[in-house]
T-cell receptor
Framework: GNSVTQMEGPVTLSEEAFLTINCTYTATGYPSLFWYVQYPGEGLQLLLKATKADDKGSNKGFEATYRKETTSFHLEKGSVQVSDSAVYFCALGRNDYKLSFGAGTTVTVRA | GAVVSQHPSRVICKSGTSAKIECRSLDFQATTMFWYRQFPKQSLMLMATSNEGSKATYEQGVEKDKFLINHASLTLSTLTVTSAHPEDSSFYIC????????????FGPGTRLTVL
């Protein structure tokens, strides 16, 4: 079946530090891959996505590349801000729009 | 645009009673909505797919008679937890599929259910 494994948190960083959150997946076929972000008190929001191998999704300074050979979709940001403090979820999507989520990684950025 | 709301944000009920949660797409129509359950420090687990005008489809292991889903209109889906027990206490999240935004899912803020 489909599953997603992401780096356990919590992760605490200083402002302007480099952020990486690892995500690997197991799937049949060729799923789409997503990163969602959940800010305190809000619902999940799509951060970025990639629909096929070697695609790079990017948004708000975050990037992730769909690596079929390593079945990975690691999230990176070169210089984080306090406003990036949130819970980040890696997810895998099937053709029927159903999503399988990782456990979520809590990121706290300190000024 | 593309806002999904859930009501209530918190609900407390006694064991053996029912609790109803509403999910609304405020500014778009959604023929398909999804219901998830999230345990502390764990991922969202898909419970069921809610389809407007037809029966919901449930994921394996989810009791359809316990978790009643009604997708009464293109902007509203309800989840009713029947005969609730303390082990049903959880965070319930819905999402709505936006057909005019590349079928992107938009999520509600979640509802915390506590069964005493």
């Amino acid at each position: 079946g489909n599953s997603v494994t992401q780096m356990e948190g919590p992760v605490t960083l200083s402002e302007e530090a480099f952020l990486t959150i690892n995500c690997t997946y197991t799937a049949t076929g060729y799923p789409s891959l997503f990163w969602y972000v959940q800010y305190p008190g809000e619902g999940l929001q799509l951060l970025l996505k990639a629909t096929k191998a070697d695609d790079k999704g990017s948004n708000k300074g975050f990037e992730a590349t769909y690596r079929k050979e390593t079945t990975s979709f690691h999230l990176e940001k070169g210089s984080v801000q306090v406003s990036d403090s949130a819970v980040y979820f890696c997810a895998l999507g099937r053709n029927d729009y159903k999503l399988s989520f990782g456990a979520g990684t809590t990121v706290t950025v300190r000024a | 645009g593309a806002v999904v709301s859930q009501h209530p944000s918190r609900v407390i009920c006694k064991s053996g009673t029912s609790a109803k949660i509403e999910c609304r797409s405020l500014d778009f129509q959604a023929t398909t909505m999804f219901w998830y359950r999230q345990f502390p420090k764990q991922s969202l687990m898909l419970m069921a797919t809610s389809n407007e005008g037809s029966k919901a489809t449930y994921e394996q292991g989810v009791e359809k008679d316990k978790f009643l889903i009604n997708h009464a209109s293109l902007t509203l889906s309800t989840l009713t937890v029947t005969s609730a027990h303390p082990e049903d206490s959880s965070f319930y999240i819905c999402s709505a599929l936006h057909g005019q935004r590349g079928d992107e899912q938009f999520f509600g803020p979640g509802t915390r259910l506590t069964v005493l």
